[in-house]
């Protein structure tokens, strides 16, 4: 394409690394912010969208998701998954092993990277598996799938309960300097849990997942992370218990970031009641101190990232008694506007605070390269309108509808997304191909 | 045939509200009297020469019994015949749920065949819930995994009524596992809404978490539950637990929480035993304990009368979700 100069005009721009947080107009030329000033002047080749009242951001970082494939393409496949990131803000996104079969090996690494370039919409970063058909007994080929382009390994939905297993996972990842995703839970303390254990589960008559079974295994992990000197990271943090482990050990200097997830910040375990099956997930919702431990963690750095820890599952599974129904929600094109909602708005954490945690800081727990706007760099930005709208399933591109937040009002649109210089979010819709 | 019941119909048709029982939690106290009351009315059509009466004449009933069941399912059985409603009832082992047919698709197909209630019994907790959002007739929970039996509850709390004068301040113990009883928790709901002091007692390993905020009393002491109850509904404990790891031997728990004779030496004058049923005898209860008559201000068991007033209980339930005008009742 020859010369394409597009003007978004006068946005609140706010970018972490370089310190922008003013109304400027941004000018990009063939991909890359060829300026970023004040009342910049309209010249006759200019495509100029207003952006005035809206905020311009760095394009955001999943590093959680489930995009299904392969196995359950039913529930999302990753043409769904990557168009539900990008109406999320996403351009990077990570997903995880878990499938069927579980992305254990270098051939599956490969086969996400290509179908990611083929529908060329955000990128996909894959999760190789910690150990073969994650069953928590040999470690699989790590090596060769980082050299096929896995950004880090996990065993997500399980964890590895073997301590000796753990441990060498670590020491083994650590050499090739990528993280292990701990989903830390001790199954001997969780089985046969669905939902947080206290008080709700209690008048259910639901058993309960103790917030123990994390805290615990959590703790083990930051032990071998000590021991190792591995990167650990930890997914998914759902209890005040596990926050407080996580800011000891980085005040003791362990090699250790972790992530929360926006439902965990937003609910407690009163939204199960009435068997609300949307509202199952692992880790549990917990309880209010829980809530406020966690936005405490994201204040104070405690709580590195926000994932979203996309679950897509088919209605007829969630439609179903609640010991039976599948464990986890949608999260792909709520986070943002949930973040915003639960947190920006009622003024606890900043535009600069929100880049941090769901753009700067994913990248790095992975070793990606973080996004900026700056003059000279690629457009790599969102842009995001404060306005409410309704979630409902007909909303979503992806081919689930799976969340206790369907018909909630949210705050926060994102109009528009630049993915390495190209505008593939054109006024709320994709233009990608 | 004998058609009328005493009962001041306008006054219950105003004030009941309820398309469904799902449990005793969503009830209020004056709900639970009406219940009760309208079950004493149709208690007394039980003892006639024709013990029934065409109140749902037109009206079928459908029962799903997803879990073995014995009392609660002849008992309402007998209540929807005994009310003139036309009843089917379906079991797992012998529906489409074993071809993999979803219980909502089953509840969605019985709907289509007009039903007007479901009876539902399901050893997941819940279920009453998930279909009464799906379907559009009435659903009556005849017990949801670990989590209600309501129609247990009013019956029990019935029998109280007949033994007791009242059930404000009344001392109930509930002894046993409580952490897997249903019959447990619809109790401690109606009771304590009906003013009742709710003691439970059992292995601390069958106390599920944070059940004080229920407003209950938790011992460990099965004596100090015995001493000051007027009454002890002690349910059944299930060998299952053993194996689950929740108590060490089924001789150890009989030792330290089974009701005997002996045991019973401090009790109250006049303390009422009552069990849910099936009783393990000599586990929880002693072949004397389960079977000991009223006499001389001794403790007695009235296992039996809860059996013979649930019917009415029931058939009480059945008529009053069917007059419910509202749409959206719970």
């Known amino acids: 394409m020859k010369d394409r100069k597009i003007l978004l005009k006068k946005g609140h721009v706010v970018s ?69 990131a990008l109406k999320g803000g996403f ?17 599956l690494i490969r086969f996400i990277i290509e179908q990611s370039k083929k529908d060329d919409i955000v990128d996909i970063l894959p999760i190789g598996a910690i150990t073969k058909k994650r069953e928590g007994k040999e470690l699989a080929e790590m090596y060769d799938m980082k050299l096929s382009g896995a950004v880090g390994f996990s065993d997500d939905g399980f964890p590895v309960m073997n301590s000796g297993v753990m441990r060498r996972a670590l020491e083994y990842a650590g050499m090739l300097g990528l993280p292990i995703i701990t989903h830390s839970e001790d199954m001997g303390l969780s089985k046969g849990g669905h939902m947080n254990e206290g008080y709700i589960s209690t008048i259910l008559g639901i058993k309960g997942i103790p917030k123990e079974a994390e805290a615990s295994m959590i703790s083990r992990d930051i032990e071998l992370s000590k021991m190792t000197g591995g990167h650990l990271h930890i997914a998914h943090v759902s209890c005040k218990e596990s926050v407080d482990l996580v800011r000891e050990a980085k005040k003791e200097g362990v090699n250790v970031t972790c992530e929360t997830c926006p439902h965990y910040f937003s609910l407690t375990d009163e939204a199960v009641l009435g068997f609300n099956t949307n509202a199952k997930v692992n880790p549990p919702l917990r309880n209010k101190e829980d809530v406020e431990a966690i936005i405490e963690g994201l204040c104070d750095g405690t709580i590195d990232v926000i994932a979203s820890d996309h679950a897509p599952h088919a209605i007829q599974e969630k439609e179903m008694e609640f010991d039976k129904a599948p464990f986890g929600m ?71 509808y799976n969340t206790p937040f369907l018909n909630k009002s949210l705050l926060g649109v994102v109009d528009y997304v630049f993915s390495k210089g190209r505008l593939l979010l054109n006024n709320g819709e994709i233009t990608a191909e | 045939m004998v058609s009328s019941v005493k ?61 073995s069941s014995t009392r609660t399912k002849l008992s309402f059985s007998l209540a929807a015949k005994r009310l003139s409603a036309d009843s089917i009832s379906l079991s797992s082992s012998s529906s489409s749920i074993l071809k993999g047919e979803s219980l909502i698709d089953t509840a969605r197909n019985i709907r289509a065949m007009n039903v007007d209630i479901i009876i539902i019994r399901h050893s997941s907790s819940g279920v ?128 330290f929480f089974g009701i005997n004779k002996e045991r019973l030496r401090k009790a109250k004058p006049g303390l009422l035993i009552m069990h849910p049923g099936p009783v393990n005898r000599g586990v929880e209860l002693s072949q004397e304990v389960a079977d000991m008559k009223k006499s001389n201000n001794m403790p007695y068991s009235v296992i039996l009368d809860q059996v013979t007033n649930g019917i009415a209980v029931r058939m009480s339930v059945l008529y009053l979700v069917s007059i419910c005008k509202s749409e959206n009742g719970r």
């Open chain 1, 16 to 84: 972490f690394l370089s310190k922008i947080d003013k109304k400027r107009d941004i000018l990009i030329s063939n991909g890359e912010i060829t300026d970023i000033s004040e009342n910049m002047k309209i010249k006759e080749d200019y495509e100029v969208i207003d952006v005035s009242g809206k905020f311009v951001i760095p394009a955001l970082f999943d590093i959680h998701t489930h995009l299904r494939t392969p196995g359950r393409e039913d529930k999302e496949t990753f043409l769904s998954g990557a168009k539900a």
């Open chain 1, 91 to 107: 351009t990077r996104i990570c997903c995880m092993p878990n499938t069927d079969p579980p992305i254990d090996n270098a051939g």
């Open chain 1, 330 to 400: 949608i999260g792909l094109e709520l986070s943002l506007s949930l973040t915003i909602t639960k947190l920006v708005k009622p003024g606890i954490l900043n535009w600069g605070k929100l880049i941090q945690l769901m753009s700067v800081n994913p990248a790095k727990v992975v070793n990606q390269p973080v996004y900026d706007i700056s003059k000279g760099s690629q457009a790599n930005l969102v842009v995001v309108d404060i306005k409410e709208w309704i979630s409902n399933k007909e909303s979503f591109y992806s081919l689930s």
């Open chain 2, 7 to 67: 009962m001041d119909e306008t006054k219950l048709v105003k004030s009941w509200d309820k398309k469904h029982l799902l449990g005793i939690r969503e009830l209020s106290k004056d709900e639970i009297d009406i219940i009760l009351d309208q079950a004493r009315a149709f208690k007394e059509v039980l003892t006639r020469p024709v013990p029934k009466v065409p109140t749902l004449r037109g009206k079928t009933i459908a029962s799903l019994f997803f879990e």
């Open chain 2, 128 to 255: 009453p819930y998930i279909l009464s959002k799906v379907v559009d007739c009435s659903i009556v929970n005849a017990g949801d995994g670990t989590h209600e039996h309501p129609t247990q509850a009013l019956l029990d709390i019935f029998t109280i009524k007949e033994h007791k004068d009242n059930i404000e301040n009344l001392k109930v113990s509930i002894i046993g596992d409580i952490a897997h009883s249903r019959v447990a928790r619809s109790n401690i709901w109606g009771l304590t809404k009906l003013g009742a002091k709710v003691t439970v007692c059992g292995p601390a390993t069958l106390i599920p978490p944070k059940i004080e905020q229920m407003g209950v009393k938790v011992v460990y002491d099965i004596d100090e539950a015995l001493e000051e109850a007027d009454v002890v509904n002690v349910l059944r404990i299930q060998l299952e637990r053993q194996q689950e790891g929740l108590f060490p031997s089924l001789r150890e728990y009989t030792r």
